[in-house]
């Protein structure tokens, strides 16, 4: 069955620089999340899109951005990185109407800013 | 705000016994649904088992299992017959159910060892 894509698997950006990060939900899945994880910690909701629409807004730094396209993938864009961006970043999809699921998580982007 | 917290950071059972991990979890919702993630050296979260809170039936997957007490607002995993595999770092997840939800709260983790 096909999982909930993440791109690039590993990234190393200097400080000041942009990332973006890609996600490509589970087909059929209309609701994209994402967290991030630092070392040793649980995941921190970042930002979710519902049909192409925000839905929720988490601890997101002004320095981040997303957005869910036509398709339903999303995009985390990251720009003047800092040396404490450095985490797991995840990407997870699930069916709106159906909250009783769990998320599907991707493999993550571990992104590490020198 | 809801807030999730698991007490023991690290727990280890012994191969092919039962081990639980507690989660306790702070509400006012009346509907929302529980679940237990499961996080191994990976790094892929892998969802374990999930509750609804409407359900009084506790959920059971196999081997994992849980005894959700929704007056304590207590939610504990029990993993009986312990492999090496299922040695990994468990979440414990909080989700609401009305209309705007969506995102889930997360514990701070257990880190679960297998002895062999």
């Known amino acids: 069955a096909a999982g909930v894509i993440q791109s690039p698997r590993h990234l190393i950006k200097e400080k000041r620089e942009t990332a973006t990060l890609k996600c490509y939900p589970i087909?059929?899945?209309?609701?994209v999340y994402w967290y991030q994880q630092g070392p040793g910690q649980d995941p921190q909701f970042l930002i979710s899109?519902?049909?192409?629409?925000?839905?929720d807004k988490g601890s997101i730094p002004d320095r981040f951005s997303a957005q869910q396209f036509s398709d339903y993938h999303s995009e985390l864009n990251m720009s003047s990185l800092e040396l404490g961006d450095s985490a797991l970043y995840f990407c997870?999809?699930?069916?709106?109407?159906?909250?009783?699921?769990?998320?599907?998580f991707g493999s993550g982007t571990r992104l590490t800013v020198v | 705000a809801q807030t999730v917290t698991q007490s023991q950071p690290e727990m280890s059972v012994q191969e092919a016994e039962t081990v639980t991990l507690s989660c306790t979890y702070d509400?006012?919702?009346?509907?929302?649904?529980l679940f237990w993630y499961k996080q191994p050296p990976s790094r892929q979260m892998i969802l374990v088992i999930r509750?609804?809170?409407?359900?009084?039936q506790n959920a059971t997957e196999n081997r994992f299992s849980v005894n959700f007490q929704k007056a304590a607002k207590s939610f504990s995993l029990k993993i009986s017959d312990s492999q090496l595999g299922d040695a990994a770092m468990y979440f414990c997840?909080?989700?609401?159910?009305?209309?705007?939800?969506?995102?889930?709260?997360f514990g701070d983790g257990t880190t679960l060892t297998v002895k062999p």
């Open positions: 997870a999809s699930s069916f709106r109407q159906g909250q009783g699921y769990g998320y599907t």
């Open positions: 087909p059929r899945h209309d609701t």
């Open positions: 899109f519902y049909e192409k629409m925000q839905s």
């Open positions: 509400t006012s919702e009346s509907d929302y649904y």
């Open positions: 509750q609804e809170a409407y359900k009084q």
């Open positions: 997840a909080y989700r609401s159910a009305g209309t705007n939800a969506g995102k889930s709260t």
